[in-house]
């Protein structure tokens, strides 16, 4: 007989985000949450980036495995996000770098003054895809006025490193096109404007890079170009390598190692 699951409870929480609109997010509480302690934190960043964080089951990128290892979580639906609307989503285009980072910037200030079990300064961020786009956006242009970085570690599974080669490279190019406004060729700017390649030399937080070598959506020279970037930083850095695995991590086995190699990395860094 399989042991009792306890999952821990969660509620959305809303917020004026970019041109003051509403923007709305979820907390999940860790499985033994207690009143009265503080609790480090997974802040999950969901890929699409037309996408949305859902009350669904999946063994990839669940909320609750994280509340289960004992990690608050906080997950914000910012600008582009499914579910508010079409000109909610469609409001993300062009704007990959600006409008859903000021969405997670305030975001993650009202969940800390909201959630007093929250301790934002033992905090990392995960995200996948588009999700790992903006772990590499966030690496280069979060910081506060003293020049600190918002969270101890990051996690980045087949993130976008470099929008112009992306557009070059991806097999999805009428996505990158549509976003971006056009081919490489004729809209340079719309692919440089928001590039996380253009500020690697502000990088200084620890990550956590995943990478498939059969991913043709955010083909594979995305993930080493962020890890070569973090090394010849000198930056603390690990990749992990699947040789079997697409834009997604699909295999039972290889789903055991990346939840292990994950908590691992951040019970390294905040040490739960």
């Known amino acids: 007989m ?18 003051g609109e509403t923007v709305y997010g979820y907390v999940v509480k860790p499985w033994d949450y207690e ?8 802040f999950l960043i969901h890929g699409g980036p037309q ?4 009350d669904g089951w999946s063994y990839r990128w669940n909320p609750q495995t994280y509340a289960g290892a004992g990690y608050a979580v906080v997950m914000i639906d910012f ?13 993300i285009t062009g704007h990959w770098g600006d409008r859903p980072l000021e969405d997670l910037q305030k975001g993650w200030a009202a969940a800390q003054q909201k959630y007093a079990f929250l ?33 101890k570690c990051m ?13 070059l490279v991806t097999e999805e190019l009428w996505f990158t096109e549509w976003e971006f406004g056009g081919t490489v060729h004729d809209n340079p700017e719309g692919y440089e404007r928001f590039n996380p390649a253009r500020h690697i030399h502000k990088w200084k937080t620890p990550m956590l890079v ?8 955010v ?6 170009s962020t890890f070569t970037a973090l090394q010849r930083k000198g930056i603390p850095s690990k990749l992990l390598y699947y040789p079997n695995e697409n834009h997604w991590v699909l295999k039972a086995q290889n789903s055991v190692q990346w939840h292990e190699t994950v908590k691992g990395w951040l019970k390294e860094h905040l040490g739960e």
């Open 219 to 224: 083909p594979i020279d995305q993930s080493l």
């Open 35 to 42: 009143e009265g302690k503080t609790y480090p934190v997974a």
């Open 119 to 151: 301790d934002g300064r033992n905090a990392c961020a995960l995200g996948a895809s588009y999700g790992g786009y903006m772990i590499n956006w966030i690496a280069g242009n979060w910081f506060d006025a003293e020049g600190n970085a918002p969270f």
């Open 155 to 167: 996690v980045n599974h087949n993130g976008v490193f470099d929008t112009r080669s992306m557009g």
């Open 210 to 217: 995943v990478a498939g070598q059969n991913d043709f959506r």
């Open 79 to 91: 600008h582009g996000s499914t579910g508010y609307g079409q000109k909610f989503t469609d409001s």
């Open 51 to 54: 996408g949305s964080f859902g």
């Open 2 to 19: 399989l042991p009792d699951v306890r999952f821990g409870a969660y509620e959305q929480f809303n917020f004026i985000g970019w041109n």
